[in-house]
């Protein structure tokens, strides 16, 4: 396959490699190249199988709206813009795009959604969020403490979720929801060592999204999947 990477920061640099360890053609743009989205033309994309885009929330709007308008298909590893999901939801159902798109690509952190999901079942507990991440992250609260947030309130709407939000150095990722009630204490805690699991769980999520021909996921419904 060809995939095009938007976006040569630490996380889409990471992602050209492992698509490149995995077999895959890879070529990368960044936000130089394609200011405004205006390398992304029909030409330009004319043989790429999916663009997976890791740049900012406004640069990625732009990107998805190129994109999707030509029909192509689209993996959004860049958060802070889902106010827009409806408007490209729109878009791609008009034009026959594919978009998948998710807080975190993680696999490990798709487990942890899953259990923070059962523990916000449990009676008698009050929930909150701690999340770090590196300086130049430029959303906070992170997505990804955001979607854990969401899970929570799921299943308890009436529940107060405090957030918490650190940017400390280059740090990797850090998450934690914490469950208290009168008796003990919960932990549930993802820790992130490199940017590896998150750009692998990217490359697979465009090899599965290469074999779809239109429509719009969130990476939570397909993860078990890959």
């Known amino acids: 396959m060809l995939f095009l990477v938007l976006g040569k920061g630490k996380t889409g640099s990471l992602v ?4 490149h360890e995995r077999g895959h053609g890879v070529r990368a743009l ?7 989205a205006s390398a992304l033309t029909a030409p330009t994309l004319a043989g790429v199988d999916v663009v997976i885009d890791f740049t ?11 994109v999707l308008a030509l029909g ?7 958060t802070g813009w889902y106010q827009q999901l409806g408007a490209m939801k729109a878009i791609a159902e008009r034009r026959g795009g594919a978009l998948l798109y998710g807080t975190n690509f993680s696999i490990g952190v798709q487990k942890m959604f899953r259990l923070t999901a059962e523990l916000a079942k449990v009676e008698g ?8 991440h590196h300086t130049s992250k430029v959303d906070a609260p992170s997505g990804t403490a955001l979607t854990l947030k969401e899970i929570i309130l799921t299943a308890r709407p009436d529940a107060e979720v405090e957030v918490t939000s650190h940017r ?13 009630s009168d008796v003990d204490v919960l932990e ?5 060592n490199s940017r590896r699991g998150f750009a692998l769980g990217a490359v697979r999520a465009a090899e599965w999204l290469a074999a779809q021909k ?13």
Request: aromatic residues 8%; glycine residues 8%; hydrophobic residues 40%.
């Open 30 to 36: 960044d936000i130089y190249e394609n200011r405004g």
């Open 16 to 19: 050209a490699q492992i698509a």
């Open 56 to 66: 900012s929330p406004e640069a990625a709007v732009e990107n998805m709206r190129a």
């Open 125 to 132: 507990y009050k929930f909150s969020i701690a999340e770090t």
């Open 168 to 180: 400390v150095g280059d740090a990797k990722g850090e998450h934690v929801v914490t469950a208290r």
């Open 72 to 78: 192509c298909r689209i993996v959004v590893g860049t």
């Open 214 to 226: 239109s429509g719009v996921w969130d990476f939570r419904e397909i993860s078990d999947q890959l």
């Open 188 to 192: 549930l805690r993802h820790d992130a």
